[in-house]
């Protein structure tokens, strides 16, 4: 039996890319920034791998998904933001809708017969 | 989890995993270089020593190797897109610039300061200006072992970075080509001087290339970390230093002298044809040689010595203590120098005499010490403008002896002058 954590990596597979296109929903962030915002906002729950963080970033990049800039940052070297592209946001509607479609069929499965 | 080690070589091996354009692996590493400045901030805020906020930083971002290569593969679509579009090229001609001219400026900048260096030595010590040349070449040639690695691996790996591997294996091709060419120089200007030690390097720098092409394309892999390549150019650095020293020991302490004074060794004649530099007949009491000390394949021939031409009036062959030993070639352009009266050298001529066609002389060697090395440089009085003579014309074969020839009369032939 797996872990309780390990068990909330292994969920979290495959849902990186859409952890990333939510973040960057709401603006343009760089690779730590993400790993912070999405351990912030899942108040500790979701640390997401970072290195896996940045080959999700780069295939996102590669599909257009979204764009990168460099910018000079205020306390050291320069930092690359990520915005979402409208193909982005597209790609992040169509990941909620099925997100939405595995959490309700799980929960149909996972729903006991007195519960029904 | 295994230590990650210094954030240096965690991203050295990120870069020798990713194999992407010179450009896009800049920004992946700059990106992560700026991850791990802000992980390792935060952590050492969070009361983490500087030595485990880094480790743990590291630790977090994973195998370097994966990472690396989990990147390369985020970006293969975009690769395909850019080799579509002609990007390949581009990126492989931007890459092979990249990498070889660095590489190569690195080589002859390097061998360069070598060679000012042996000059150094040799005017600081005294030494004689021929071994200056062999030690310059030994050192180039060593030095050349460790960059044509270097130069082969970066051109084959900056292609290989592209999406086409056809452009890889062309890459390879070039490198070892430009590596071959290379090496031939060094074997020609090498192995009239010191032929095991030439074999040697060019032996080491040919397998340099190969192994640098083929590392570059996958099929072996040597990484070094920064330490062993410290070592590795530690050793060359004294390696080259003792073949150095090596070279103009004898001449500085005057010790085991390869070429022991031989009082029977006198020249009996020679000439300059422009295809094969200077040639003449010499009588060591131990059979006929050439003047570059090279036997002949056929000891019953023997290839006459110049004649000058009989429009000249009033040639006289100058009658030196001490005949000037050219490091450089004897040939219009060339800089042969003066004779020297205070030079020493160990060429000594005993009687020349000229004819109405032809020349002849004798030229009696004390000390030869670095012979192989020097140019025999015949000069003579013509209307009181000394000129160096030399030929143009088809060497002509003798049949018979040195001394036979020496008295028989040639047909004159066109000879070219240095004023």
């Known amino acids: 039996m797996p872990s309780r954590d390990s068990l909330r990596t292994q969920l979290l597979k495959g849902t990186t890319a859409m952890l990333v296109l939510e973040v960057l929903a709401d603006g343009e962030a760089y690779g730590y920034e993400i790993v912070q915002e999405i351990a912030g906002r899942s108040d500790g729950s979701f640390v997401v791998s970072e290195g896996s963080l940045y080959p999700a970033l780069h295939k996102l990049e590669a599909d257009g998904a979204v764009v990168a800039s460099w910018r000079e940052s205020d306390r050291g070297p320069r930092r690359r933001y990520y915005r979402i592209t409208p193909k982005g946001q597209g790609l992040l509607a169509e990941s909620r809708e099925q997100w939405a479609a595995v959490v309700a069929t799980v929960g149909q499965v996972s729903r006991r017969p007195a519960d029904a | 989890m295994p230590d990650p080690g210094s954030r240096a070589d965690w991203l050295a091996a990120v870069a020798a995993a990713l194999r992407l354009d010179p450009e896009t692996e800049d920004d992946v590493l700059d990106e992560l270089q700026s991850h791990l400045d802000d992980s390792i901030e935060a952590l050492e805020r969070s009361g983490r020593t500087p030595r485990d906020a880094e480790r743990e930083a590291l630790r977090r971002l994973g195998d370097p190797a994966t990472l690396g290569r989990n990147i390369r593969k985020a970006q293969q679509s975009r690769k395909r897109l850019l080799a579509a579009v002609g990007g390949s090229v581009l990126g492989a001609a931007d890459g092979a610039v990249r990498g070889l001219v660095p590489a190569f400026g690195a080589y002859i900048v390097a061998t360069f300061v070598s060679m000012i260096g042996v000059a150094v030595v040799s005017s600081v010590t005294g030494t004689y200006p021929s071994d200056l040349e062999t030690a310059g070449l030994i050192v180039g040639a060593v030095l050349g072992v460790a960059l044509a690695y270097g130069a082969a691996r970066a051109a084959t790996r900056a292609l290989a970075r ?258």
């Open chain 2, 162 to 419: 592209t999406a086409r591997r056809p452009l890889a294996q062309t890459a390879a091709t070039v490198a070892v080509a430009g590596g071959l060419t290379l090496t031939l120089f060094f074997f020609f200007a090498l192995r009239i001087h010191v032929t095991a030690i030439a074999l040697a390097l060019e032996a080491a720098m040919v397998a340099s290339w190969i192994m640098g092409a083929v590392a570059a394309t996958d099929r072996i892999t040597i990484e070094l970390t920064r330490r062993t390549q410290m070592v590795v150019a530690g050793l060359i650095g004294v390696l080259s230093f003792v073949a150095m020293l090596g070279t103009l020991a004898p001449t500085m302490s005057g010790a085991d002298d390869p070429f022991p004074p031989d009082p029977d060794l006198s020249l009996l004649g020679a000439r300059f044809p422009s295809d094969q530099g200077p040639t003449g007949g010499f009588d060591s009491g131990r059979g006929l040689a050439t003047a570059t000390f090279q036997p002949p394949e056929d000891p019953d021939t023997f290839e006459p010595v110049d004649a000058f031409p009989s429009s000249w009036s009033a040639p006289q062959l100058e009658l030196w203590p001490a005949l000037h030993v050219a490091t450089t070639s004897p040939f219009p352009g060339d800089d042969i120098g003066a004779p020297d009266p205070a030079f020493g050298g160990p060429i000594r001529v005993v009687a020349m005499e000229a004819g109405a066609d032809i020349w002849s002389g004798a030229i009696r060697i004390d000390d030869i010490r670095g012979i192989d090395q020097a140019w025999v440089v015949a000069t003579m009085l013509v209307d009181g403008e000394r000129v160096v003579v030399r030929s143009w014309s088809t060497p002509v074969t003798f049949e018979g002896t040195p001394w036979e020839w020496l008295q028989t009369p040639a047909t004159p032939t066109v000879v070219d002058t240095v004023r």
